[in-house]
Structure formats: structure tokens, C-alpha cells
């Protein structure tokens, strides 16, 4: 059973950056993709960046050349570094995983506030 833990939200003033953390626990998995999603009040949970097995790295276009996505070397963690952020960025995080064998997970998810 993968459990999966967002950290590293919080309250940033625009231009400001963030890094989140997932750590994936519950035994020793083989992940073919990983990922972040985010929802904000009122909408749908929407992708933001994803990884998958080769190093293929897919960004949303909002956050292009803002937002960089990482893999720890332990195959477990997985980063997300947010820059020059903006208060549309406001949002919970979610992250997510899918195991070789097709199972997928999600985190309960890490609050973001952009806000002066």
C-alpha cells in the first residue's frame, strides 16, 4: 500500500517560490509516473507537471519556465520547485503515483497561498 505525503505549503507573497515535497512510504515500489495536480476552490483538480519512466517531463502551460519538477535518487520522493509565483498559483496540492503493476495513489494534498 503506498502512502503518499505532500509538505511544504504555505503563505508566499507573489514573486516568491516554494519548494513541495511527496514521499511515498509503504514499501519498495517501482513508479513508471508520478505527478502533481492542483485544485483550487470551485474548480477541478487540474495536472501541473508529471514524470514518467525515461526522465519524460510534461508541464501545464501556466506554469512553464516557473515550476520545475524532480525525481529524488531513492525513486520515492518527488519535488516541485515554484518560482516567480502568482496568486492564480493559489491552490491545494495533490500528489500522485502509479506503480509498474497500473495501481495509482494520491496524497491528501499540501495548501499553497499566494498572497500580499
Known amino acids: 500500500q503506498v502512502q503518499l505525503v505532500e509538505s511544504g505549503g504555505g503563505l508566499v507573497q507573489p514573486g516568491g517560490s516554494l519548494r513541495l515535497t511527496c514521499t511515498a512510504s509503504?514499501?519498495?515500489?517501482?513508479?513508471?509516473?508520478m505527478g502533481w495536480y492542483r485544485q483550487s476552490p470551485g474548480k477541478q483538480r487540474k495536472l501541473v507537471a508529471t514524470?514518467?519512466?525515461?526522465?519524460?517531463?510534461e508541464y501545464d502551460d501556466s506554469v512553464k519556465g516557473r515550476f520545475t519538477i524532480s525525481r529524488g535518487s531513492d525513486g520515492n520522493t518527488l519535488f516541485l520547485q515554484m518560482d516567480k509565483l502568482e496568486p492564480e498559483d493559489t491552490a491545494v496540492y495533490f500528489c500522485?503515483?502509479?506503480?509498474?503493476?497500473?495501481?495509482?495513489?494520491w496524497g491528501r494534498g499540501t495548501q499553497v497561498t499566494v498572497s500580499s
Open positions: 500522485t503515483t502509479t506503480t509498474a503493476s497500473g495501481k495509482s495513489d
Open positions: 509503504g514499501g519498495i515500489f517501482s513508479f513508471y509516473f
Open positions: 514524470w514518467r519512466t525515461g526522465g519524460r517531463i
